[in-house]
T-cell receptor, first 113, second 109 residues
Framework: NAGVMQNPRHLVRRRGQEARLRCSPM?????VYWYRQLPEEGLKFMVY????????ESGMPKERFSAEFPKEGPSILRIQQVVRGDSAAYFC???????????FGSGTRLTVV | KNEVEQSPQNLTAQEGEFITINCSYS?????LHWLQQHPGGGIVSLFM???GKKKHGRLIATINIQEKHSSLHITASHPRDSAVYIC???????????FGTGTSLTVIP
């Protein structure tokens, strides 16, 4: 069991480009959560998804950010028209049921230049 | 005020010392988690607690539900324990984690 796999580990984008971050949950986990860690700040919840459904996106910025978790394949966090303030570490976690058994990925470090 | 407060923010210890990191929370929870984050690295889940005490090697985590408080202890600390330790709670309602700002631990040989 490979755990929660996030890729890429590091991503550099120029301002205005799109960033796509991928998260493959642990086998058997159908709940995925995305968190953002801004420099010098703690982790903040962004979005909670189950297969094909967004359950809670209360932590997502209203513009440019979207997330999906399709029936097949990884969960994708998409940031359009990136700005310097989007530079952060983005972590994904998965769980088999809501509320228990979380496993975190190693994160994707996004740098916007 | 944050839902989860940790103390201390920074901690420096000599190798071999007993270390305690504290976490207080103000919301109803289904579980409390202790996480470890190494510089530039990912996050490792150390413990998930809903009551009592858990032990794994030199690490011990306790929780007092009535007082809404948890502690992480490290016995016989070692330089490889140097990391940021994060307390997080999963709510009893809704789907969110709330995170403390972390305790940065440095263990000096």
């Amino acid at each position: 069991n490979a755990g929660v796999m996030q890729n890429p580990r590091h991503l550099v984008r120029r301002r205005g480009q799109e960033a796509r971050l991928r998260c493959s949950p642990m086998k058997g986990h159908s709940h995925v959560y995305w968190y953002r860690q801004l420099p010098e700040e703690g982790l903040k919840f962004m979005v909670y998804l189950q297969k094909e459904n967004i359950i809670d996106e209360s932590g997502m910025p209203k513009e440019r950010f979207s997330a999906e978790f399709p029936k097949e394949g990884p969960s994708i966090l998409r940031i359009q028209q990136v700005v310097r303030g989007d530079s952060a570490a983005y972590f994904c976690a998965s769980s088999p049921t809501q509320g228990y058994g979380y496993t975190f990925g190693s994160g994707t470090r996004l740098t916007v230049v | 005020k944050n839902e989860v407060e940790q103390s201390p923010q920074n901690l420096t210890a000599q190798e071999g010392e007993f270390i305690t990191i504290n976490c207080s929370y103000s919301v109803g929870i289904s579980a409390l988690h202790w996480l470890q984050q190494h510089p530039g690295g990912g996050i490792v889940s150390l413990f998930m607690l809903s009551s009592g005490k858990k032990k794994h090697g030199r690490l011990i985590a306790t929780i007092n539900i009535q007082e809404k408080h948890s502690s992480l202890h490290i016995t016989a600390s070692h330089p490889r324990d140097s990391a940021v330790y994060i307390c997080a709670v999963s709510r009893d309602t809704g789907n969110q984690f709330y995170f403390g700002t972390g305790t940065s631990l440095t263990v000096i040989p």
